[in-house]
Each structure stands twice: as structure tokens, then as C-alpha cells.
């Protein structure tokens, strides 16, 4: 099962992402993650990228559709994968589903998390996630067991460089001009789901396991 998650910044799509890993078991590919490691690392690509993610800028596409390409390449993908963070520019989905027709695959469903700006900027200021493995909180909606430290692996909790509410609208405004005619794009693949974000997590993601079956 080949699934990626479209919706803006704080709809959810790492949240829900995360519950399809655990019952699907199949991995979670996130161009955020990936770069937060990068950044955390001090690696060349990591102080490339932090430069355009501080500002809530989208990395170049050319720093991140080969990384995607070759993640989607190794073992564990075999069976299929959820994206999540990727692709964010039409020239990523052009370019992804140029990748995998090379192959003569594609991919089966492009789940998009709906939820209106008004409701995101309160989302991301709730939002703490671990230093350690990039688990997701939130100290209203999905607190951890001890405030600070993360449920699965004891780590420390913070709020991300770019959830600063300035900054936060930044990134809703990339996403409506570069991300947002992905829904357009994969309607056209006859792909496309749609589900509403603003529910409980466990009510979205019950919508997405009658999608996905
Ligand atoms: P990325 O890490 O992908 O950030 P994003 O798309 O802005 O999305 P978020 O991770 O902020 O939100 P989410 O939808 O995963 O929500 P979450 O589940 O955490 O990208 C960061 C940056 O990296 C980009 O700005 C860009 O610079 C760069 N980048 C990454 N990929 C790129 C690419 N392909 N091309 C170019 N640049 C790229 O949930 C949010 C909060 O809400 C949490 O606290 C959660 O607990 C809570 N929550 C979730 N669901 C619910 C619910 N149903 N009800 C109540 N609360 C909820
Ligand atoms: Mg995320």
C-alpha cells in the first residue's frame, strides 16, 4: 500500500501517519523528519535545509526528490509506504510518480487531512515534540504521561524552531500558493480521499481505515 498524506502544516498528517505505521506496518517517510535528524546531525544537508525551514520556506526541490527516491528504494519499502511531508511542490509529485511509473508502479492513495487555517495556529502552539525521535504531543489533545518527556523513548520535549506562530503563518501561506493544487493533481489520478481533520484523532483515523480498508 502506497499512501501519501497531503494537508496543511498541522492538519495531522504526522499524527495519522504514525497510527498507519502501527497497524498497516509499513513504514513512515517524512521529508520533516528526515531534515530535523539531518539538522539535529550537523550534517552539510541538515544546515542547508534549516536555513529555509526557519523561515518556514520550503527546502529546493532538487535537496529533497532524489532523498525520497532512494529512501523509497530500501527493504522496508517493498510493501509500500506512507509519505508524509512529501511531495509539497507539483515538480515533487511529477517527480515521484515519474520514479515509480519507471518501475511500473504508482502510488494507491493520496489522503488528504482537511483542516480550515483558523484552527491551526492553536494546534502548533500546542504542539511539543521529542528531541530524540520526533514523536508528536500536544499538551491539550495528546499529552504525554509526564509533561516535558516523550511517552516512547524518554526523551526530552520541545517546541519546533518553526511552530512560532509568525512563523506558522508562513508556512499556511507556502502551503495554500506550492502544496495545496497536490488535491487537484492527485483527483486527477482518481486517487484522492478526503477526510475531516478537525475530529478527534481517533475519529480521523477510524475515516482513514474505512479508506484504506
Ligand atoms: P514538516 O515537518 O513536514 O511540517 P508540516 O507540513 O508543516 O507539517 P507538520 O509536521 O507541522 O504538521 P502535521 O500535519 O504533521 O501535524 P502533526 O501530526 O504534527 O516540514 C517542516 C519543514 O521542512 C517545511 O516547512 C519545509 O521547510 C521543510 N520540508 C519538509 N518536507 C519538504 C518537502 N517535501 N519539500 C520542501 N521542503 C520540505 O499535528 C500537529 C499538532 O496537532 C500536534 O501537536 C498534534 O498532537 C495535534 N493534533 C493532530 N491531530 C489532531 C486532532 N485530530 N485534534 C487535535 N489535535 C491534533
Ligand atoms: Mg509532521
Same mark, same amino acid.
Given at each position: ?21 502501527e ?5 513512515q =517517510?517524512?521529508?520533516?523528519? =528526515? $531534515? &530535523?535528524?539531518?539538522i ?9 535545509a ?16 532524489? #532523498?525520497?527516491?532512494d529512501r ?8 509500500g509506504?506512507? #509519505?508524509?511531508? $512529501?511531495? &509539497?511542490?507539483?515538480?515533487q509529485?511529477?517527480?515521484?510518480t ?6 511500473g508502479?504508482?502510488?494507491d492513495?493520496a ?16 504542539? &511539543?515534540? /521529542?528531541v530524540? /525521535?520526533?514523536?508528536?504531543?500536544? =499538551? ?8 516535558g518527556? /516523550?511517552?516512547? /523513548?524518554?526523551?526530552?520535549l520541545i #517546541? ?11 508556512? #499556511?501561506?507556502?502551503y495554500?500558493e506550492?502544496?495545496?493544487?497536490? =488535491?487537484?493533481?492527485?483527483n486527477?489520478?482518481?486517487i484522492?480521499k ?7 484523532m481517533?475519529?480521523v $483515523?477510524a475515516?482513514?481505515v474505512?479508506?484504506?480498508?
Amino acid at each position: 500500500m502506497k499512501i501519501v498524506m497531503l494537508g496543511a502544516p498541522g492538519a495531522g498528517k504526522g499524527t495519522q501517519a504514525k497510527m498507519i505505521v502501527e497497524k498497516y506496518q509499513i513504514p513512515q =517517510i517524512s521529508t520533516g523528519d =528526515i $531534515f &530535523r535528524a539531518n539538522i539535529k546531525n550537523g550534517t552539510e544537508l541538515g544546515k542547508k535545509a534549516k536555513t529555509y525551514m526557519d523561515q518556514g520556506a520550503l527546502v529546493p526541490d532538487e535537496l529533497v526528490v532524489d #532523498l525520497v527516491v532512494d529512501r523509497l528504494a530500501k527493504d522496508d519499502c517493498a510493501n509500500g509506504y506512507v #509519505l508524509d511531508g $512529501f511531495p &509539497r511542490t507539483i515538480p515533487q509529485a511529477e517527480a515521484l510518480t515519474a520514479a515509480l511509473a519507471a518501475q511500473g508502479d504508482k502510488l494507491d492513495y493520496a489522503i488528504d487531512v482537511e483542516v480550515p487555517d483558523e484552527n491551526i495556529v492553536n494546534r502548533m502552539s500546542g504542539r &511539543r515534540a /521529542c528531541v530524540n /525521535c520526533g514523536g508528536t504531543y500536544h =499538551i491539550v489533545y495528546n499529552p504525554t504521561k509526564v509533561e516535558g518527556i /516523550c511517552d516512547a /523513548c524518554g526523551g526530552k520535549l520541545i #517546541l519546533r524552531d518553526d511552530d512560532k506562530p509568525e512563523t506558522v503563518q508562513h508556512r #499556511l501561506t507556502v502551503y495554500h500558493e506550492q502544496t495545496q493544487p497536490l =488535491i487537484d493533481y492527485y483527483n486527477g489520478q482518481g486517487i484522492l480521499k478526503e477526510v475531516d481533520g478537525t475530529q478527534d484523532m481517533a475519529d480521523v $483515523f477510524a475515516d482513514i481505515v474505512k479508506v484504506l480498508g
